[in-house]
């Protein structure tokens, strides 16, 4: 059972308009989300998290929005840059566990056209 | 520079060998994980450890099991490797001291395991 969802395995953009990358979850347990971006032949690297006690976190183009009710969350990249072509794995954690176990989506490869 | 170091970037084996994907960081955190990822199915965990000579199964751990003899290693051996065990393997540490929490994993750069 899949408790991590992305829905799409692919999105294109043009360069210098917005991502949107959406993540949905089951698990009522989870209390923290992050994301990572991963590049061929490389690991993947963090990006940006947020805190269920928060609706959004912002880190310069990057922005994590988190709706609790629905169980959705999603990263929005603005402006988009070509160096931004990679794919976006959602994860989630259940805090208070002593592991930082995170489950992880299926990934969504965004592909930013210059 | 933090830094998780796996072994061997690629390495191709035959069926029924005995392979060992080791794993070291130099960042003293006291968690480590495994994960193999496979296209369509994100990354998913085998095996992780909070503690010297403590293991955990993950989602996956069939067909694999784990060693953690020192702090810094963490190793994943396929007893008897299968064609289906053919996939990227990611290495990943984390800490929790502190109380902080960011449930940030620092991951190497995947070991490419191919068995023929």
């Known amino acids: 059972d899949q408790q991590v969802k992305q829905n799409s395995p692919s999105l294109s953009v043009q360069e210098g308009r917005i991502s949107i990358l959406n993540c949905d979850y089951t698990?009522?347990?989870?209390?923290?989300f992050l994301w990572y971006k991963k590049y061929p032949a490389e690991g993947p690297t963090f990006l940006i998290s947020?805190?269920?006690?928060?609706d959004k976190n912002e880190d310069g183009r990057f922005t994590v929005f988190l709706n609790k009710s629905a169980k959705h969350l999603s990263l929005h990249i603005v402006p988009s840059q070509p160096g931004d072509s990679a794919v976006y794995f959602c994860?989630?954690?259940?805090?208070?566990?002593?592991?930082?176990?995170?489950?992880f989506g299926t990934g969504t490869l965004l592909a930013v056209q210059p | 520079d933090v830094k998780v170091t796996q072994s061997s970037r690629y390495l191709v084996k035959r069926t029924g060998e005995k392979v060992f994907l080791e794993c070291v960081q130099d960042m003293d955190h006291e968690n480590m994980f495994w994960y193999r990822q496979d296209p369509g199915l994100g990354l998913r965990l085998i095996y992780f450890s909070y503690d010297v000579k403590m293991k955990e199964k993950g989602d996956i751990p069939e067909g694999y099991s784990v060693s953690r003899e020192k702090k810094e290693r963490f190793s994943l051996i396929l007893e008897s490797a299968s064609t289906n065990q053919t996939s990227m393997y990611l290495c990943a540490s984390s800490t929790t001291e502190d109380r902080v929490y960011t449930g940030e994993l620092f991951f190497g750069e995947g070991s490419r395991l191919t068995v023929l």
């Open positions: 994860a989630a954690s259940a805090h208070g566990g002593a592991t930082n176990k995170l489950i």
């Open positions: 947020i805190s269920s006690i928060k």
């Open positions: 698990n009522s347990m989870f209390d923290y």
